[in-house]
């Protein structure tokens, strides 16, 4: 008997698992975009042009945060990774 033709009872416990995970893999994409757009305000802006609620803004500075910027673009990538390795085709296991 293949995965699909699993009995309804069975197909109604798995489906909202897969409705979790392509939440998860949609929220880690968006959380990654905007992860890499805070890293490149970061490399772009002096600390005096960063938003207030930013870790780093000081008045009057014209200094760059090159590694907040580091990091959060690297975060940035982390959250796109795991949503490509958890949205690509699940393994059959062996039997």
């Known amino acids: 008997m293949s995965r699909w033709e699993t009995d309804p009872a069975e197909r109604a416990r798995i489906l909202p698992l897969v409705r979790d995970e ?25 600390a005096k042009s960063l938003p207030s609620f930013f870790p780093g803004h000081q008045a009057g500075s014209s200094h760059h945060h090159v590694k907040h910027g580091i990091a959060a673009f690297l975060l940035g990538v982390a959250c796109l990774v ?9 393994r059959a296991t062996a039997a």
């Open 22 to 46: 392509r939440l998860l893999v949609i929220l880690a994409v968006v959380v990654g975009i905007v992860l890499i757009a805070i890293g490149i305000v970061y490399w772009v802006e002096p």
């Open 82 to 90: 795991f949503a490509w390795f958890r949205s690509g085709p699940s």
